[in-house]
């Protein structure tokens, strides 16, 4: 399965292009491809974003494609699956991700073929940035993109989901779901990578 990663988004809680800044030496989305392309089930790793950061994201040597829209997450998902049909999604802002956890999702979504495969923790909340996805998802996406409606936790919710849920999963996976909104953020992520 190809993985997507996402890499459109403002980083305004950040104050300057999270994916680019440099921790440890190399950009923060780095660390994310460096992790995901050691899952067995992932052959080839392609950053979504829009044209004007196209220039940037090209230096990382990967496939790029350009965001269909500037709505959010949903618009870089459906850019994915026209594109690339079945895939897993991640958020480029995910430098814990871990490969083994990826593997166990698309295998699961391979063996029971729903729409989405999604982790869910026990309040609701939904991780669509670090889920499976498959082009039948498409025509939900896209009903609820034309109802200008761009919760893309919503579109799950209205599929045919595979749940995958968190608290029955080894505790040392929950680390895949962290990701970096803000500087502080990095200081979790350094004190994570040092251990
Ligand atoms: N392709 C694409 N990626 C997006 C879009 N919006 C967010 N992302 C990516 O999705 C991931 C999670 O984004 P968030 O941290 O929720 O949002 P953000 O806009 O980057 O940051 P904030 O402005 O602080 O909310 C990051 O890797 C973003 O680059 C979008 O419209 N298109």
Not at 123 to 134: I, Q
Not at 167 to 174: D, K, N, Q, T
């Amino acid at each position: 399965m190809i993985a997507a990663i996402l890499a459109g988004g403002r980083s305004s809680r950040f104050g300057e292009e999270k994916l680019l800044y440099r921790v440890d030496g190399k950009p923060l989305i780095t660390h994310t491809i460096e992790r995901l392309v050691k899952a067995e089930n992932i052959e080839e790793v392609v950053v979504i974003t829009f044209k004007e950061k196209e220039h940037e994201f090209k230096k990382l040597g990967l496939k790029i494609l350009i965001d269909k829209f500037k709505i959010g997450p949903i618009g870089g998902v459906y850019t994915a699956l026209v594109e690339l049909g079945d895939v897993f999604i991640a958020a480029g802002d995910m430098p814990n991700i871990n490969p083994e956890f990826v593997d166990y999702i698309i295998k699961k979504f391979h063996r029971s073929r729903p729409m989405v495969c999604v982790p869910l923790w026990p309040n609701g909340y939904l991780e669509p940035l670090h889920a499976a996805y498959s082009e039948e998802f498409l025509p939900v996406l896209e009903n609820q993109i034309k109802k200008r409606e761009y919760m893309l936790g919503k579109a799950i919710k209205n599929a045919r989901t595979c749940y995958i849920q968190i608290e029955s999963l080894p505790l040392e996976w929950r680390e895949s779901l962290f990701n970096i909104n803000t500087k502080r953020d990095l200081k979790k992520f350094k004190g994570a990578s040092r251990e």
